[in-house]
């Protein structure tokens, strides 16, 4: 296996300080960097800052603005071929997916619904963009959908009606489809400790509608935010199974081991390059 290297990008701070002292000594306001994105040969990273997307190199350096609306942007992830970048914005509503074509600029809305549109991924031909969304379940359960990167009718990759399913990511021959099945732990990405609600499963769908599932992973614990290695024999995920959010690696097979072993703090929002090199 080859090594995996690490970008690590600075999440949230939060200060204490005594009640009294509030109005006059508080503290001043730090900024927040969260849900990076690594280009597809690992040299950028967008992430998000003060409800709009910013771009840096993965080696450090000065942020520039991609991305900035009335409303607030989130999940910047680069198309497969660099070129585009997709996202959620609130702008029109509760979170609709958009397509920026950053050498010009261009936007174009991809969905449009009265909830929330949770974007995903990038087929590896980067023809389709896969998303999250209650928009047919009237359970209000997620399912995995897909629309075209040029725009269309999106349509249901998985419909479980009495399951929550998201985070749903192509393989990279786009046979299988790896997702999060059961549990509300990207929704609820912001608690931190151990629930049962947060808990899930990896799942592997085919992704050709016979609607044939095989579970991957345990769903003792979170497991959120697939990412599929570029051989597609193996996955790289969020848990906290060992008690803290880490990046796990599992094989096709299920066997499986934490790749980060840290004890304090929180592995959330991770993006992995095409080559598969660099975890964000």
Sequence with gaps: MRPIHFVAVALFATLAFPLEAAVDNAATPKPSFAQPAISPDGSRVAFVSGGAIWEVPSN????????????????????????????????????????????????????????????????HDGQ?????SARDNAGGFNAVYRVRA???????????????????????DDKTVALVGGGLGAFQWWRHGIAHIDHGA????????????????PD????????WAPDGQSIYYMSDRGGTENIWHVQ????????????????????????????A
Excluded at 83 to 97: P, Q, R
Excluded at 156 to 169: D, I, K, T, W
Excluded at 205 to 216: A, E, I, M, Q, W
């Design 252 to 279: 096709r097979d299920g066997s499986e081991a934490a790749l980060t072993n840290f004890t304090d703090g929180r592995v959330l929002w991770p993006s992995i390059s095409t080559t598969g090199k660099t975890i």
């Design 202 to 217: 990896i799942w592997l769908l085919k992704n050709d509608g016979s609607h044939v599932y095989s579970r991957l992973t």
């Design 60 to 123: 450090g350096g000065a942020a520039h603005l991609m991305v900035a609306d009335k409303g607030a942007d989130s999940r910047p992830l680069f198309s497969p071929d660099g070129n585009k970048l997709a996202f959620v914005s609130d702008a029109t509503g509760d979170g609709d997916i958009y397509v920026l074509d950053i050498a010009t600029g261009a936007l174009t809305r991809l969905t449009y619904a009265d909830g929330l549109d949770e974007l995903s991924g990038w087929s």
């Design 128 to 132: 389709w963009i896969y998303f999250s």
């Design 150 to 172: 040029s725009g269309g009718t999106p349509m249901p990759v998985s419909l479980e009606a009495y399951r929550n399913e998201e985070q749903g990511v192509p393989s990279p």
């Design 220 to 227: 003792n614990a979170r497991a959120d935010w697939p990412m």
